[in-house]
């Protein structure tokens, strides 16, 4: 039973964090530098499979209450039914128990576990339990990377792909070369998407920024994905969309640009500064800033995050949408002119979505994969997630769970309801069968299990054993019957002790009656059986 419910944990916190996965992988790699589907060895295994959720949920600062708004109400069910079940093995122990102390112990834990969970929904509060009529529009879709489940992320394929899905925005991660020219890069090194090991093999370990566009422009940015297969979607790739990836190269921001205006679709970038000895150091944010206005999309259309010289920026190109990185309360952000946030999915609470939406701040939640979280943000009055998986959240039409209250406290009283009657006819019928045990004698049950047991020489026996002792010496006389037949109708045992008054003659009978014998019965006597002998047979 143990082991079952450890299982049951497992499984759950396995599909929580299956949202996570690409992010792990890529936690992995930023410490290892070497790029593998640490999921994959992990999970192969139980033991280190719960290691390793719990380690996932650590490192990407999971929060549980997350998991208990989305599942709460399921998890009640969930266990209710598990406690429910339990009852028969308790019922079982109470009703075998001799002790009174115990069985009352037994009882009053289980009943106290029984109540409380009875009682749980009172502090369960979910999103999704609310009504419809409420529900606000669903989320608009940011392709994270563009759609990197099914081409090589931060490549024009990439963000074109997430186009033909219909996204309303799409997010990239920038860095800028050592020539002043933003690109999209989401590593530091260039190791895992691009082939610098092949072009410049002196070079790989250097940080991305420290290349110039010129040397960028040589390297190939989608054979690794046709390689690795990090999503284990390119079995679903036709071979002319293969063969597209496998010629993608590294994408400038201003060709994401060029394509976001075409397509008059959002954009939304977050840039690395390059480190103290690049020569950019200094001129990072007049770099990006030039790259956006000469790229010629509408300044409506670009999300800016940066806040180095935020108020600059805002003097040079004052349509840009200011959108922070960093949690501030509503007032914070207006007093400071920011119209939009862009933080990661379990950084807020359903309390601040709703105070976000008050004060008109336009709120993405990052990175939402997975359609029962995005039914949660949902059911939470989010604006807009950002997702690597946009192929599958657009599919979602409606919340995948939405419950009105009347209807939820419906379902809890009878749940608790249907639990209490089964728990109470469980005990009972518990102890009508413990009960029923008890009214048998050893020897019937003895008697009776023998009865049952199959031979293949002897079918039934019958035995009668008669002892009987006379005063100054000591004789045993014993006849045992056996019958070779085929079958029993009913047993009987009965056992009778006569001790005279002075003590003298003992007289022990045990006697089986009532046997349908359809074939004549066989005897044989042993006489004079030492009392040692005699105290073995019949105890066998």
Not at 306 to 318: G, I, T
């Amino acid at each position: 039973l143990l082991t079952f419910c450890l299982l049951l944990v497992w499984f759950y916190f396995w599909w929580e964090a299956h949202n996570d996965y690409s992010e792990f992988n890529w936690f992995l790699y930023n410490r290892s530098g070497e790029w593998s589907d640490g999921t994959v060895p992990i999970l192969a295994t139980t033991a280190a499979g719960f290691t390793y959720i719990a380690f996932l949920i650590v490192s990407s600062r999971l929060v549980l209450a997350l998991c208990h708004v989305a599942t709460g109400p399921f998890l009640h069910i969930g266990a209710l039914a598990a406690v429910t079940a339990l009852s028969w093995i308790v019922a079982g122990q109470v009703t075998r128990a001799e002790k009174m102390m115990f069985q009352v112990v037994v009882v009053l834990l289980y009943v106290s576990v029984l109540l409380a969970l009875y009682m749980v929904p009172l502090h369960i509060t979910s999103p999704c339990i609310m009504d419809p009529a409420t529900l606000k529009p669903r989320p608009a879709v940011i392709g994270h990377q563009g759609a990197p489940m099914l081409a090589p992320e931060n490549t024009i394929w990439s963000f074109q792909r997430a186009l033909q899905m219909n996204v309303t925005g799409l997010e990239a991660d920038v860095a800028i070369s050592t020539d002043g020219v933003p690109f999209l890069m989401r590593d530091f090194t260039l190791r895992r998407t691009t082939d610098v090991e092949k072009v410049f093999p002196d070079r790989q370990m250097d940080e991305a920024s420290l290349f110039n566009w010129t040397d960028l422009q040589q390297l190939n940015a989608g054979r690794w994905f046709l390689k690795d297969d990090p999503f284990w979607t390119v079995h679903t790739l036709l071979q002319r969309e293969r063969e597209r990836i496998a010629n993608q190269t590294v994408c400038s921001l201003e060709q994401l640009l060029k394509l976001a205006s075409y397509h008059n679709s959002t954009v939304v970038f977050r840039l690395r500064r390059p480190p103290p000895k690049h020569p950019c150091y200094d001129s990072w944010i007049n770099d990006t800033l030039q790259a956006v206005q000469q790229s010629g999309v509408p300044q409506s259309l670009v999300m800016w995050t940066p806040d180095d010289n935020r108020a600059q920026v805002r003097q040079l190109a004052p349509d840009l949408i200011q959108t922070s990185v960093v949690k501030r309360s509503p007032q914070v952000l207006e007093q400071s002119g920011i119209s939009s946030l862009l933080l990661r999915y379990n950084q807020v609470s359903r309390e601040e979505i709703r105070n976000f939406s008050e004060a008109h701040i336009n709120l993405t939640l990052y990175t939402v994969n997975e359609p029962w979280l995005y039914s949660v943000l949902w059911c939470s009055g989010v604006s807009s997630v950002s997702s690597e998986a946009s192929h599958v959240l657009l599919k979602v039409p409606y919340p995948i769970w939405l419950m009105r209250p009347n209807e939820y406290c419906l379902a809890w009283v009878s749940a608790d309801l249907i639990s209490f009657a089964v728990v109470i006819g469980i005990f009972i019928f518990q102890k009508y069968r413990m009960s029923g045990m008890r009214s048998y004698n050893p020897e019937q049950i003895m008697l009776n299990a023998a009865v049952r047991r199959s031979s293949g020489d002897i079918n039934v026996m019958k035995e009668k054993l008669i002892f009987s002792a006379e005063r100054g010496s000591r004789y045993v006389t014993e006849t045992l019957s056996c019958c070779l037949t085929a079958s029993w109708r009913t047993t009987k045992a009965a056992v009778t002790q006569n001790v005279k008054p002075d003590g003298s003659p003992l007289m022990l009978q045990v006697a089986v009656e009532e046997c349908c014998f359809s074939t004549p019965s066989a005897f044989f006597d042993v006489r004079s059986i030492s009392t040692t002998e005699q105290k073995d047979r019949c105890a066998s």
